[in-house]
């Protein structure tokens, strides 16, 4: 094999734990519940294989690239294994996002949680927006496991919408606002999905989706008016106005224990790119989720 493309296949190979293609995040998942002879064993064959890797991987010296790099390579393992150790701890505890977002309501409650466009949303305003989310789809029957779409453009409803199905163990599809057609309606029906939300510019393409989306005969539609949208237009197709049924429900949390989740359970959905064919279901569990975002807060502290 060539110099270069020896040292591409190891600097590939130099970012998983033991040289088959297992990530990091992987490792960690599937080994979490092992024994704990097996796991140091695991890590010491997987650490012997990344510095391996690692020394094939660079064009300098061996011991004049350990002599350069040893810093960074010394506060990248500590950032590593925090975030590890933060993992373990949310897995023993069973903790879900849904936990440390309470917890920062508690907190800072009124600190800015999003900046959109001239307007700040601050945590206390998206607790209470994404409670009588909770509460009105709870309302009318919906339970932890069940599914529903949600087509929006980016905007701060758009995580209270999902927010507030998590808090009653509801799982969202977040479905990708370019599709239409036959693609868009094999997003939607593709999970179980009991209703989709749309944003009132999503419309048109719902109802040309609608063929397609009629295959799920007890499907509810909400529309949901984003600020800006134009409010006077016609939905072409029956659907309710979520903001409608959100200004008669409560912003009270609901019962965090009734309706907790689990660590390993399902938190959304999100979809492949569909260059091969249709968009696929990706399922994104709290434990994916916490290991997302304790990589940005371990790493830059925030």
């Given at each position: 094999?060539?110099?270069?493309?020896?040292?591409?296949?190891?600097?590939?190979?130099?970012?998983?734990?033991?040289?088959?293609?297992?990530?990091?995040?992987?490792?960690?998942?599937?080994?979490?519940?092992?024994?704990?002879?097996?796991?140091?064993?695991?890590?010491?064959?997987?650490?012997?294989?990344?510095?391996?890797?690692?020394?094939?991987?660079?064009?300098?010296?061996?011991?004049?690239?350990?002599?350069?790099?040893?810093?960074?390579?010394?506060?990248?393992?500590?950032?590593?294994?925090?975030?590890?150790?933060?993992?373990?701890?949310?897995?023993?505890?069973?903790?879900?996002?849904?936990?440390?977002?309470?917890?920062?309501?508690?907190?800072?409650?009124?600190?800015?949680?999003?900046?959109?466009?001239?307007?700040?949303?601050?945590?206390?305003?998206?607790?209470?927006?994404?409670?009588?989310?909770?509460?009105?789809?709870?309302?009318?029957?919906?339970?932890?496991?069940?599914?529903?779409?949600?087509?929006?453009?980016?905007?701060?409803?758009?995580?209270?919408?999902?927010?507030?199905?998590?808090?009653?163990?509801?799982?969202?599809?977040?479905?990708?606002?370019?599709?239409?057609?036959?693609?868009?309606?094999?997003?939607?029906?593709?999970?179980?999905?009991?209703?989709?939300?749309?944003?009132?510019?999503?419309?048109?393409?719902?109802?040309?989706?609608?063929?397609?989306?009629?295959?799920?005969?007890?499907?509810?539609?909400?529309?949901?008016?984003?600020?800006?949208?134009?409010?006077?237009?016609?939905?072409?197709?029956?659907?309710?106005?979520?903001?409608?049924?959100?200004?008669?429900?409560?912003?009270?949390?609901?019962?965090?224990?009734?309706?907790?989740a689990g660590f390993r359970d399902k938190l959304m959905y999100i979809y492949t790119s569909g260059t091969t064919g249709l968009p696929k279901a990706a399922i994104i569990r709290h434990s994916k989720f916490l290991w997302m975002g304790s990589c940005i807060f371990v790493a830059w502290s925030v």
């Amino acid at each position: 094999m060539p110099t270069a493309k020896l040292r591409h296949w190891a600097r590939a190979e130099a970012l998983t734990i033991d040289g088959h293609g297992r990530g990091l995040q992987n490792l960690f998942y599937a080994h979490c519940g092992a024994n704990p002879i097996e796991k140091l064993r695991h890590w010491v064959e997987g650490g012997a294989t990344i510095g391996l890797i690692y020394l094939l991987s660079t064009e300098m010296p061996a011991p004049k690239a350990i002599f350069r790099t040893f810093g960074r390579d010394i506060k990248g393992a500590y950032l590593y294994f925090k975030m590890l150790l933060f993992l373990k701890k949310c897995h023993v505890l069973d903790k879900t996002m849904l936990d440390y977002f309470r917890m920062n309501c508690q907190q800072y409650k009124h600190r800015t949680c999003f900046i959109f466009q001239d307007e700040k949303w601050t945590f206390q305003m998206v607790d209470e927006l994404s409670n009588k989310i909770a509460n009105y789809f709870l309302s009318i029957g919906y339970s932890k496991g069940d599914e529903a779409a949600l087509l929006l453009e980016n905007c701060p409803e758009f995580v209270c919408i999902w927010l507030g199905l998590a808090k009653i163990g509801a799982v969202t599809a977040l479905i990708n606002t370019n599709l239409k057609g036959d693609t868009l309606g094999h997003s939607v029906t593709c999970i179980n999905a009991k209703a989709l939300i749309f944003g009132r510019n999503f419309a048109e393409e719902v109802n040309h989706a609608m063929p397609f989306l009629k295959k799920n005969d007890s499907m509810d539609f909400y529309c949901f008016t984003e600020q800006g949208a134009p409010a006077e237009s016609v939905v072409p197709f029956p659907a309710k106005s979520l903001n409608a049924v959100l200004e008669e429900t409560s912003s009270k949390p609901v019962d965090p224990q009734k309706h907790k989740a689990g660590f390993r359970d399902k938190l959304m959905y999100i979809y492949t790119s569909g260059t091969t064919g249709l968009p696929k279901a990706a399922i994104i569990r709290h434990s994916k989720f916490l290991w997302m975002g304790s990589c940005i807060f371990v790493a830059w502290s925030v």
